[in-house]
């Protein structure tokens, strides 16, 4: 029997490795990998649906699956998960707290990026500013104009205006022309070496320690996307995909516990996998949805507060109806 031809974009990552160089096979599927840039892939996906199956930033399909509009629909396979408390850069010399964000004008290169929904929760739950205490200054991070993927309503008591077309809020964080950054990249250029530049957190990782061990929610960024006419045809298609990316993330993780040779170009590797275990447990990065509930839950009803989705999408909405449980031996 034939296998089934599909072009599959994803990030070039660890946990993908083994399904790249053949050493994981996806059930019934001739695959054509394409390992690109969150930004080509998300472009791409959204605006042509170039791929059968895509990785796919999670507010961007949240806002397109509350509209009923989206080509794709999703796996909870969460390809991308970062803590964002390292996503906000302020002037330092203005701004010493997260409160002292009120009144203040934030750059962004796009509204609806995951990475900045999460913030803005952070910044919310924790710190009482909300996204209408701010101006928010909309431009590209190393190139200007960018454009929102995404055509988005906010709500009326959300500030936001464009960067000027000759500029970028990497720049204008340099001059003082912005008080913070918020974005998934850190600011190119000169802003990078300003010594009134900085993380608004001096210690982002024990901060998203002690948020962790409050919320259990670890941050979900992105999720893989099946074009769902290929869904309808192939019934089977989602488990199988399910199965593979899950047995291809068990290897890397394999592979990062053994320390003969580190197989990432970082010293301290054993130290902070010890760390990331004894703080969140052994299935530290899960797929699947009822591991990840809390984070689901949190990212639903944030994004639909901020304005992007147009109604609460519950959590049981959110996925192909068959990778909701599985087969146990």
């Given at each position: 029997m034939a296998k089934l031809p599909l072009s599959i974009a994803i990030g070039d990552y660890d946990r993908n490795r083994a399904l790249v160089d053949g050493a994981v096979q996806i059930d019934g599927v001739d695959p054509a990998y394409m390992l690109l840039s969150p930004e080509e892939m998300f472009f791409r996906a959204f605006r042509y649906q170039d791929f059968d199956i895509s990785e796919l930033s999670f507010?961007?399909?949240?806002?397109?699956?509350?509209?009923?509009?989206?080509?794709?629909?999703?796996l909870p396979i969460f390809l991308s998960r970062a803590f964002?408390?390292?996503?906000i850069y302020v002037r330092k010399d203005r701004i010493t707290r997260p409160e002292d964000l009120k009144g203040k004008r934030i750059g962004i290169p796009e509204y609806q990026l995951t990475a900045n929904v999460w913030a803005r929760a952070i910044l919310q739950?924790?710190?009482?500013?909300?996204?209408?205490?701010?101006?928010?200054?909309?431009?590209?991070?190393?190139?200007?104009?960018r454009?929102?993927?995404?055509?988005?309503?906010?709500p009326a008591d959300v500030k936001m205006i464009d960067a000027p077309a000759d500029t970028t809020i990497s720049d204008m964080l340099d001059r003082g022309e912005i008080d913070g950054f918020m974005a998934p990249r850190?600011?190119?250029?000169?802003?990078?070496?300003?010594?009134?530049?900085?993380?608004?957190?001096?210690d982002p990782t024990a901060v998203a320690k002690d948020y962790?061990?409050?919320?259990?929610?670890?941050?979900?960024?992105?999720?893989?996307?099946?074009?769902?006419?290929?869904?309808?045809?192939?019934?089977w298609l989602a488990a199988a995909l399910v199965k593979a990316f899950d047995r291809s993330k068990s290897i890397a993780l394999e592979k990062l516990s053994d320390t003969s040779a580190t197989k990432v170009t970082?010293?301290?590797?054993?130290?902070?996998?010890?760390?990331?275990?004894?703080?969140?447990?052994?299935?530290?990065?899960?797929?699947?949805?009822?591991?990840?509930?809390?984070?689901l839950e949190a990212f639903t009803r944030h994004h639909h507060a901020q304005g992007l989705s147009s109604r609460h999408v519950p959590v049981e909405e959110l996925f192909h109806p068959s990778t909701y449980e599985t087969y146990k031996i």
């Open positions: 507010s961007s399909y949240l806002v397109k699956h509350a509209n009923g509009d989206c080509p794709y629909i999703a964002r408390h390292t996503s739950d924790d710190y009482g500013v909300r996204p209408s205490d701010v101006t928010w200054v909309r431009g590209g991070i190393d190139q200007p104009g454009p929102e993927k995404i055509k988005l309503k906010l850190a600011p190119y250029g000169a802003a990078r070496e300003n010594p009134n530049v900085g993380w608004l957190f001096d962790f061990n409050r919320t259990r929610i670890f941050p979900i960024m992105h999720v893989l996307g099946l074009r769902k006419t290929l869904a309808e045809q192939h019934p970082l010293p301290f590797v054993e130290e902070q996998l010890k760390a990331a275990q004894e703080t969140m447990g052994p299935n530290y990065w899960a797929y699947g949805v009822q591991d990840s509930l809390a984070t």
